[in-house]
């Protein structure tokens, strides 16, 4: 099962990355996508405007984050994030998400370090959230990136953990993280042992709790993990519960039983893709939804602004990818206004319950 699985993956991979050049550069002037003028978008953003939400250590985590994961088809572009950067603190947005295999630390922590040489930023007005624990993904991800979680020994991932976070903090330079999180719970293969892949996950997390520990950031969290993954972590032995789970989460795309469970654990669910995703030919079939057009012209928004509306007010964080100035100014528009309780329960009942980025279940992880 193995080759057909990663034949999937490679292709929604390829679909996603083939239409992200509609999200970067096409996108500027799709009102579908966010970037719009709207009656209701202001040209200066007061960083105050955006909520905070408390992980379980007590550390404030702003409730929008600046997603890093700039590509142009197969290729990731990190040169994108000089300028996008630069863009999202303009536009008040203090909470940047990133991973090592996205390549986009350096740039980040350069553009950071001139905004501290500057005296315009302290460190303790950003938020850094970075990711580490991706599988492999030949021709996709750089090797040294990456980690082998089909072959990998769990005292070789206790190495290699530590080795990609010594990384992460020397490519941002910030001295420590805000937020770190396991990127994936195992690999993709579902052949993969259940017993060692399990071992894995531990090891990598035995590791996340002793970077806590030593300071070298301030929470620690889980990205993609499902109800088994988290449970597993506790039955295991962790002494510190994971305190975020970023999981892909929109209208269209909800994982209900995984937020059920964090919601009572006290985990934060932060969500990624809260846009849905376009496919071949750039047409987003959830910003084209009649639901949330006629939501967007009720309070003069886009579809784009009602579906990470919709998100935030079912109280997750979430992460949004943009590089356009104008879009990271309004799309915090999001905090401005309201959805009615009915407007949430028709939202609610848009999911569809599988990946708009083609991506494998966390349910489907050994």
Excluded at 26 to 41: F, I, L, Q, R
Excluded at 58 to 85: E, K
Excluded at 161 to 166: A, D, F, K, L, S
Excluded at 298 to 325: C, D, H, P, W
């Amino acid at each position: 099962t193995a080759r057909p699985l990663r034949r999937v993956l490679a292709l929604s991979f390829m679909l996603i990355s083939s239409s992200l050049k509609f999200h970067i550069v096409a996108a500027e002037n799709d009102k579908s996508c966010g970037s719009s003028t709207s009656p209701n978008s202001k040209t200066n953003t007061n960083t105050n405007k955006i909520p905070t939400v408390t992980l379980s250590n007590g550390v404030q985590m702003p409730q929008y984050a600046s997603g890093t994961a700039y590509r142009d088809g197969w290729l990731f572009r990190p040169d994108l994030a000089y300028q996008a950067i630069k863009h999202t603190l303009d536009a008040g947005i203090r909470h940047i998400d990133t991973a090592l295999v996205y390549r986009s630390q350096k740039p980040i922590g350069s553009v950071l370090g001139i905004a501290f040489t500057s005296g315009s930023y302290q460190r303790d007005d950003i938020f850094v959230t970075t990711k580490v624990f991706h599988p492999q993904f030949p021709g996709v991800l750089f090797e040294g990136d990456a980690l082998h979680l089909n072959t990998i020994t769990p005292e070789e991932v206790t190495v290699e953990v530590n080795r990609h976070i010594e990384r992460c903090l020397n490519e941002l330079n910030t001295g420590y993280l805000d937020l770190l999180l396991l990127h994936w719970p195992g690999d993709f293969d579902e052949s993969v042992d259940s017993t060692i892949a399990r071992a894995r996950r531990l090891a990598a997390w035995n590791v996340f709790e002793a970077a806590l520990a030593n300071k070298w950031t301030r929470a620690i969290g889980v990205s993609n993990f499902s109800v088994k993954h988290l449970e597993q972590l506790v039955e295991d032995g962790a002494t510190v519960r994971p305190m975020v789970n970023q999981i892909e989460t929109s209208a269209f795309m909800r994982h209900e039983e995984i937020i059920r469970y964090c919601e009572e654990q006290g985990i934060v669910v932060m969500a990624y893709s809260p846009l849905g995703a376009p496919v071949v030919g750039g047409t987003n079939e959830m910003l084209e939804d009649g639901e949330l057009m006629r939501m967007a012209d009720k309070y003069e928004m886009n579809a784009g602004q009602i579906a990470m509306r919709y998100v935030v007010q079912r109280g997750f964080a979430l992460t949004a990818l943009s590089t356009s100035a104008h879009r990271l100014v309004s799309n915090l528009d999001i905090f401005n206004f309201s959805l009615s309780e009915e407007e949430m329960t028709v939202l609610d009942g848009l999911n569809k319950k599988k990946s708009m980025l083609g991506l494998v279940s966390p349910n489907d992880i050994s």
